[in-house]
């Protein structure tokens, strides 16, 4: 079972340098998410889309976009990336409303920004 | 005051020990609530949900006091395998996302 993909699994930037991390589930979930996650900071809500075609902002979408073209995939997207966003990126997917949907997440993405 | 708030200890505690955690939440609208377990570099997956009534899953039960705002977790007969970092989490206001809390961390040694 695939559940949910994230690729690349480890990327290393130099600043300035844009790039895509891409987000794939395979169990026709609604929700998606994108998070990082920060030593002291725990995880923190970057943007989530409610459907294919929708997006939203979470608690810390500065320096990042998404698309979701698709329902299956997840896209975030940095343009120009700075040493602030070195972390590990989780993207999940919940089947419906959180509040009663369990999320599953990928195994995450490591970022580092030189 | 973060929506979201935990110990993030170490809790270090011997096999067969009982140990708690603790959470607090800001939102008192707030509906959903969660235990969400992640290992070392590992992802998140979820504990178990927690009821108004409370609830037990094995050696594991869970508690809400929605007049103090205020989630925990019980472990009894601490295991190894229960080594992990355990995340309260929240359902945000529209109920559109999940908000974690930071973590408190457990060592079970042997």
């Known amino acids: 079972n695939a559940g949910v993909t994230q690729t690349p699994k480890f990327r290393v930037l130099k600043t300035g340098q844009s790039m895509t991390l891409l987000c794939a589930q395979d169990?026709?979930?609604?929700?998606m998410y994108w998070y990082r996650q920060d030593p002291g900071m725990g995880l923190r809500l970057i943007h989530y889309s409610v459907g294919e075609g929708t997006t939203a902002k979470g608690e810390v979408p500065d320096g990042y976009n998404v698309s979701r073209l698709k329902k299956q995939n997840f896209l975030l997207g940095l343009e120009s990336a700075a040493p602030s966003q070195t972390s590990v990126y989780f993207c999940?997917?919940?089947?419906?409303?959180?509040?009663?949907?369990?999320?599953?997440f990928g195994e995450g993405s490591r970022l580092t920004v030189l | 005051r973060k929506e979201v708030e935990q110990d993030p200890g170490p809790f270090n505690v011997p096999e067969g020990a009982t140990v708690a955690f603790n959470c607090t939440y800001s939102n008192s609208a707030s509906q959903s609530f969660f235990w969400y377990r992640q290992d070392c570099r590992k992802e998140p997956k979820l504990l178990m949900s927690v009821y108004s009534s409370g609830n037990e899953d094995g050696r594991f039960t869970a508690q809400l006091n929605r007049a103090s705002q205020y989630i925990s977790l019980l472990i009894r007969d601490s295991k190894l395998s229960d080594s992990a970092t355990y995340l309260c989490v929240v359902a945000n206001q529209a109920g559109t996302a999940l908000i974690f809390g930071k973590g408190t961390t457990l060592s079970v040694s042997s």
């Open positions: 999940a997917s919940s089947l419906r409303d959180p509040r009663i949907g369990e999320l599953f």
């Open positions: 169990m026709n979930h609604e929700y």
